[in-house]
């Protein structure tokens, strides 16, 4: 199967409708009072959440807390039960597929391909929505500038099921920037990357939130939560236990309550930014 006919399966050939500018602070998805169960487990209860044009939003939280599905419930990759999402201000269910890749992209926690692409064609995958709108235009500048970002240019001729997974990583995250949209849903980015890799990717998170999008990342480093995102929502059983500016957000009271796990807050001496620690015994 070659790579326009994944595409095409995948979104199909319908006309669409380009989505318009947007306004900073402008909500570019919400979850109103979302219930979701997985099999008899409930996931998320009454979760609502408003994500904003310009801001970069971190959803932090224990292991089951609901972070990764309430990414994909914004995402309108899963259905909730009861409540409502919205995307571009309209119920999620009201868009096609096509419709939706042209207003989110969404890097999943797990970057697989049935078939053998080169590194070159998984990025060019993020284009395919634009495909005969004005934006096609565009395809060779965004795929070249993602790659770029994401340092994986020098590999683009390899195939993508022979690199390491932090490489799969960054082709999978360069993917979403080709895309182009103006809301980007990212779960867990950084978990197979060192660390220089992990703060490139944040770093480029808030370089699209300072050109206006809106980027929603599940991230489990709270040092990077308070490092880089405008605002972190805390998960904890399915409900937000805290939402607000990092240094409102993470306080030890909340995240010693729930981490189960006594933690310290401290301000760096020279920056300012928050250092998150575990609470340990001396040796």
């Known amino acids: ?76 990759d899963l259905t909730v039960d009861s409540g409502e999402v919205l995307i571009d201000g309209r119920p999620a269910a009201g868009w096609s597929t096509r419709d939706l890749a042209l207003r989110r992209s969404v890097l999943p926690q797990a970057a697989t391909l049935s078939f053998p692409f080169l590194v070159d064609e998984v990025v060019r995958m993020g284009r395919a929505p634009w495909a005969g709108t004005a934006a096609e235009d565009e395809d060779e500048t965004a795929v070249a500038a993602a790659m770029a970002a994401t340092e994986v240019t020098r590999f683009a001729a390899r195939s993508f099921s022979a690199l390491s997974g932090g490489e799969k990583a960054r082709v999978a995250l360069s993917r979403v920037l080709a895309q182009r949209t103006s809301l980007l849903l990212l779960d867990e980015p950084t978990a197979a990357l060192d660390l220089r890799h992990q703060e490139l990717v944040l770093t480029i ?75 340990r015994q001396a040796r």
Do not use: F, W
């Open 1 to 76: 199967m070659t790579i326009d006919q994944v595409i095409t399966r995948l979104l199909g050939n319908r006309a669409v409708s380009p989505p318009k500018p947007h306004a900073p602070g402008a909500v570019l998805a919400e979850a109103r009072e979302v219930s979701l169960r997985l099999g008899e487990r409930p996931v998320l209860d009454g979760v609502s959440l408003a994500v904003r044009a310009g801001e970069v939003l971190a959803l932090v939280g224990p292991n089951g807390a609901g972070k990764s599905t309430l990414l994909a419930a914004l995402s309108a």
């Open 205 to 279: 998170c808030r370089e699209r939130a300072a050109a206006g999008d809106a980027v929603v990342v599940v991230v489990h480093d709270l040092g990077l939560a308070a490092a880089y995102a405008d605002r972190v929502a805390v998960l904890a059983g399915g409900r937000i236990a805290g939402d607000g500016p990092p240094a409102e957000t993470l306080t030890p009271e909340l995240l010693s309550d729930v981490y189960h796990h006594p933690v310290e807050v401290l301000a760096h001496p020279d920056t300012g930014v928050l250092l998150i620690l575990p609470v």
